[in-house]
């Protein structure tokens, strides 16, 4: 089937270190983006892609980075510069960045990151 | 202010009642409007997409944008515990960068 496959699901870490989300998609889009989601603050833009090998920052990139060397994925390493990483971490892609009828955005199930 | 706003809730209804949720927004360029519902811990998935003003029905969804008032809806009839969920409106931000602007989300419990 068709989609994107974040892991892992769950992630615990401790203070100082950094952590990697993996993101996936079979859906031969060429944008992707990751999310974050906080209680109460819907979901705000961290990083975004719209094709290999380039990526520009959203709303809230400090103490995240990306990397897009293939198509099919887009990983979200976690820094310890960020100073609040608990939070609900949401990965998604849509066909291009253009806006049409119909390129809409899809997302992954989402990864927990815990700071213990 | 907030370019989207959208009233956190919760919302709960019986089963079998008209549901109504709403955004406002300030931004008079948007032009794509989204709703997404998401369960507990689970990613956002696409409910309904319009562009510009006017209706669009999927089965018991409606949405409906009024730009001139820049305000967007979803209406849910016939209601059932299954809905149940957190309602997210989403625009889509001018400029063909693919970013989406969302409102806070709206918790909607649906008793049997």
């Known amino acids: 089937d068709g989609g994107i496959t974040q892991s892992p699901k769950y992630l615990f870490r401790k203070e100082g270190q950094n952590v990697t989300l993996s993101c996936e998609q079979n859906?031969?889009?060429?944008?992707m983006y990751w999310y974050r989601q906080d209680p109460g603050q819907g979901l705000r833009l961290i990083y975004y892609?719209?094709?290999?090998?380039?990526?520009q920052k959203g709303d809230i990139a400090e103490g995240y980075s990306v990397s897009r060397e293939k198509k099919e994925s887009f990983p979200l390493t976690v820094t310890s510069a960020q100073k609040n990483p608990t939070a609900f971490y949401l990965c998604?892609?849509?066909?291009?960045?253009?806006?049409?009828?119909?390129?809409?955005?899809?997302f992954g199930e989402g990864s927990w990151l815990t700071v213990v | 202010q907030k370019e989207v706003e959208q009233d956190p809730g919760p919302l709960s209804v019986p089963e079998g009642a008209i549901v109504s949720l709403n955004c406002t927004y300030s931004n008079s360029a948007f032009q794509y409007f989204m709703w997404y519902r998401q369960y507990s811990r689970k990613g956002p998935e696409l409910l309904m997409y319009?562009?510009?003003?006017g209706n669009k029905e999927d089965g018991r969804f409606t949405a409906q944008v009024d730009k001139s008032s820049k305000y967007i809806s979803l209406f849910i009839r016939d209601s059932q515990p299954s809905d149940s969920a957190t309602y997210l409106c989403?625009?889509?931000?001018?400029?063909?960068?693919?970013?989406?602007?969302f409102g806070q989300g709206t918790t909607l419990q649906v008793k049997p």
């Open positions: 319009t562009y510009s003003s």
């Open positions: 989403a625009m889509s931000v001018p400029g063909n960068t693919g970013k989406l602007i």
């Open positions: 998604a892609s849509s066909i291009g960045a253009r806006q049409t009828t119909g390129n809409t955005i899809y």
């Open positions: 892609s719209q094709i290999v090998n380039d990526f």
């Open positions: 859906l031969n889009h060429d944008a």
